[in-house]
């Protein structure tokens, strides 16, 4: 099971249910480990040019994201549906330009997303909420599938053919009926007509072709339990299937690297030899004014036109990736460390890390390290807890400097240019760290005065690491601005 998902796993071989074989699983290729019965299919579709994660709300209240698939609009419109609806508000995207206003230390909810399938004619996403303010874990998930052949997008239950709906409700309740902490009542209850949809919104298959059921936390037994689950063999499932099921689950068994749905087609390879190091800095910030430029949560639609600002005043800047954007838009993430501008980690998702075990820390972290090197075949050496969140845990379970900031552009919260300007040019001294989000348009339309009017007090645009030069930075220790660089006496 993927990372941060708290389930109680209920191994299960449902009696009574005949039909077809179960379709064989693929055999493992030379080096990899053999298909998992027990384990969700994810894939990560790098192969389809155009795939972008749609950052929603991110630094606010709530951070989402979810992925915009060419050729899929439909599921793409019911992603950004359910968050709207999820949080109450809309996407800085929409034509309201709605904002989101912070009332407390953020935040109070997380989701991100992971496909389940992406290839052939069908997608299938699992989409995590993580909601800090609930008792127990707080995760609750839920799957979306987009049909290649119809054009639309499926809810869970499609996987299942209505003529064995019921059969299957009845194999899930006798599977989870009597099982330690379940209780029966509950089960009824949750898994009724009226309620049903809500109950079995997470179907997705192992990777041996297993249908998997995972209830939403409190459904059918108390909420400590977590988030039950059920995997129904594949040879049982099989005749449960609806013929788009049936699809769906060749594609868990024999995942390809092709989707072939209109307006698809396979990404450019991004090159895998390092990025050549820029030239060493002969930036002394000891002497002269410096100023440390630092842009969150991309790469973004409005990355490149940030970058070619950037190129125009010479400037160079830290830009700290979300692992999921850097793993889609690679090429652009190897085009920001082709300009010599820093890459840092700013984990896969964007959770709050003091709210996850050190486990789940060290995964986020690994997996945007890996996305970086991929696209850069550089490891980075800094990393910017989302939100700014740090507690203990963060601190043992980084092994490198935690870079904070002491100018916030509140760009998430004012999504007006020449506000964001002001800000900086009203607040920054030497040595301070600047944060802004790559991901607004207002944002990156606010850089050409920012620079223009730094630029005229005589500051250098720097790096983290420029900033801080010959000053040793801890691992696990924050730092939010430069304290002896020049100026500041």
């Given amino acids: 099971m993927k990372s941060g998902s708290t389930v109680v796993v209920l191994a299960l071989i449902i009696a009574g249910l005949t039909g077809c074989a179960a379709p064989e699983a693929g055999r493992p290729v030379a080096g990899q480990a053999p298909p998992d019965p027990g384990k969700i299919r994810t894939v990560t579709p790098t192969w389809i040019a155009g795939l972008r994660m749609v950052s929603d709300g991110s630094a606010c209240q709530w951070s989402a994201s979810y992925p915009a698939v060419p050729g899929a609009d439909a599921l793409t419109a019911t992603l950004r549906d359910m968050v709207r609806n999820r949080f109450g508000t809309a996407s800085e995207n929409s034509d309201d330009g709605a ?53 639309k997008s499926l809810p869970a239950t499609a996987l299942v053919s209505d003529t064995s709906m019921d059969s299957f409700v009845a194999a899930v309740t006798k599977a989870v009926s009597g099982r330690e902490g379940v209780q029966e009542e509950q089960v009824r209850d949750a898994l009724n007509p009226e309620f049903r949809s809500s109950t079995l919104a997470d179907l997705s298959f192992t990777e041996t072709g297993g249908l998997v059921v995972q209830f939403p936390q409190g459904s059918v037994a108390p909420g400590a339990a977590g988030r039950p689950q059920v995997i129904i063999p594949p040879a049982d499932a099989g005749p449960l299937l609806s013929d788009f099921g049936r ?24 090159p895998t030899e390092p990025v050549d190091p820029p030239a060493a800095s002969t930036v002394d910030c000891l002497q002269v ?67 996850l075990s050190a486990e789940e820390i060290q995964d986020q972290l690994a997996r945007t390290d890996e996305a970086i090197q991929n696209a850069t075949g550089r490891k980075p050496t800094l990393i910017r807890p989302p939100y700014g969140a740090i507690n203990d845990t963060v601190r043992a379970s980084s092994d490198r400097p935690l870079i904070l900031w002491n100018v916030d552009t509140e760009d998430w919260k004012y999504h007006d240019s020449a506000k964001v ?38 500051y250098q645009f720097v790096t983290i690491t420029q900033l801080f030069g010959s000053t040793p930075l801890a691992a696990g220790t924050s730092y939010s601005s430069n304290s002896k660089a020049f100026g500041r006496g």
């Avoid at 990736?321 to 840092?344: C, K, M, S």
């Avoid at 009203?426 to 920012?450: E, F, M, N, R």
Wanted: hydrophobic share 40%; glycine share 10%; charged share 20%.
């Fill in 247 to 270: 699809r769906a689950q060749q594609q868990a068994i024999h995942p390809g690297q092709r989707l072939d749905l209109a307006d698809v087609s396979v990404a450019p390879a991004v």
């Fill in 99 to 151: 904002e989101c206003e912070q009332t407390e230390d953020p935040p109070k909810a997380d989701i991100s997303s992971e496909f389940l399938a992406a290839s052939g004619d069908v997608v299938g996403v699992e989409v995590t909420t993580h909601d800090y303010a609930s008792a127990g874990s707080g995760i609750g998930a839920e799957s979306y599938w987009f049909d290649g052949r119809t054009g």
């Fill in 421 to 458: 300007t002001q800000t900086v040019l009203d607040k920054v001294k030497p040595g301070d760290v600047v944060l802004i989000h790559d991901i607004h348009q207002t944002s990156v339309a606010a850089v050409p005065a920012i620079l223009a009017g730094l630029k005229e007090r005589s």
């Fill in 289 to 355: 004014k410096c100023v440390a430029l630092t842009f969150d949560d991309g790469p973004g639609p409005y990355t490149g036109q940030l970058l070619a600002t950037l190129e125009e005043y010479k400037a160079h800047a830290t830009f700290f990736v979300v692992g999921q954007n850097a793993t889609y838009d690679a090429g652009l993430v190897r085009q920001e460390a082709a300009a010599g501008h820093e890459i840092g980690n700013h984990s896969w998702s964007h959770p709050s890390l003091a709210k």
